[in-house]
């Protein structure tokens, strides 16, 4: 059981630990609240810290190694780049769903961790939406401009204390899982929302839900544990967007696909938003049944 540090998302400070978890992160422990299930990694560096690094380790300066590192070539395709093709298909499902649902043409739109662009041009030229990125890589800044996207280079908690009222819609397209506090940029993002604007949030979501790959493609090694602290539901994430005055208003059919993603109006924060918590024993059953079937099955893909 650790203690001290308070969820995110219900501010309960009781957590426990998954137990197969550390076997996928290189010994690091990942726990679940005791109070709503939030899946996350409680020992976490500052959001500058985090933006640094995934700045400088996801999206650094194209080296031509083909790594995956900024490229943006067919070299990269494989690894994880704004233009590998699985990237542009997520892309492509919550451009669709957000303009079926609220529409995007004509409309005035920021995504948070806009990344290379690629979103925003995507919203902009198949769509018509008017759009704004923020994003801590400097190197994906300058790529914006050359794309004529205006953006600002920084985290979403900068951001917003400049920027207030300005759009109709926000967007975080995976992003919310790799920042240092969830609440923080669906705060910052609160504020930089018209009243009635809406928050677009897409994430992959494999907690709750059957399992879509071994698990030691979720729990990743690759990069260290802060990098990535929140694993959501469909419970968790809309919990997060209540606790911060956000009412979910669309949510895909999440149950047999690959993407969760969740719609939600600004309200006036008046009224608690309610909504329902996951059972922290389920959530610690799911890991280790994705656990066992795992190690029976998939241990060497
Ligand atoms: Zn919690």
Request: aromatic residues 10%.
């Amino acid at each position: 059981m650790a203690t001290d540090v308070p969820c995110d998302i219900c501010g309960c400070i009781n957590a426990v630990e998954i137990p197969a978890a550390r076997i996928y992160t290189g010994g690091h422990p990942i726990h679940v609240c005791t109070g709503c299930g939030l899946v996350h990694c409680r020992d976490r560096r500052s959001s500058e810290e985090i933006a640094a690094l995934w700045s400088r380790e996801i999206y650094g300066a194209p080296d031509g190694d083909e790594k995956g590192r900024g490229e943006l070539s067919a070299g990269a395709m494989q690894r994880y780049s704004a233009l590998t093709p699985f990237v542009r298909a997520r892309h492509v499902f919550v451009a669709e769903m957000i303009d079926q649902l609220i529409g995007l043409n004509g409309k005035r739109v920021v995504d948070v961790g806009a990344g290379q662009g690629e979103f925003l041009r995507l919203l902009r030229t198949e769509y018509g939406a008017q759009v704004f990125g923020v994003e801590p890589s400097e190197v994906n800044c300058g790529r914006m401009q050359q794309l004529g996207i205006d953006n600002f280079c920084g985290t979403a908690e900068a951001f917003a204390a400049s920027a207030a009222s300005l759009y109709e819609v926000a967007t975080i397209v995976w992003t919310l899982e790799n920042c240092q506090s969830c609440a923080a940029v669906i705060d910052a993002t609160y504020r930089s929302l018209d009243d009635g604007g809406h928050i677009v949030v897409a994430t992959g979501s494999r907690i709750l839900v059957p399992f879509k790959k071994p698990l030691q493609y979720f729990f990743s090694n690759t990069l260290p544990q802060d990098t990535h602290p929140f694993y959501f539901s469909n419970n968790t994430l809309t919990g997060a967007l209540a606790r911060a005055g956000f009412e979910v208003v669309h949510r895909n059919r999440f149950i047999d696909s690959d993407y969760l993603v969740l719609i939600a109006r600004k309200t006036d924060r008046s009224r608690p938003i309610a909504w329902e918590r996951d059972d922290p024993g389920a959530v610690l059953d799911f890991f280790d049944r994705w656990h066992r079937e795992t190690q029976a099955y998939y241990r060497s893909m």
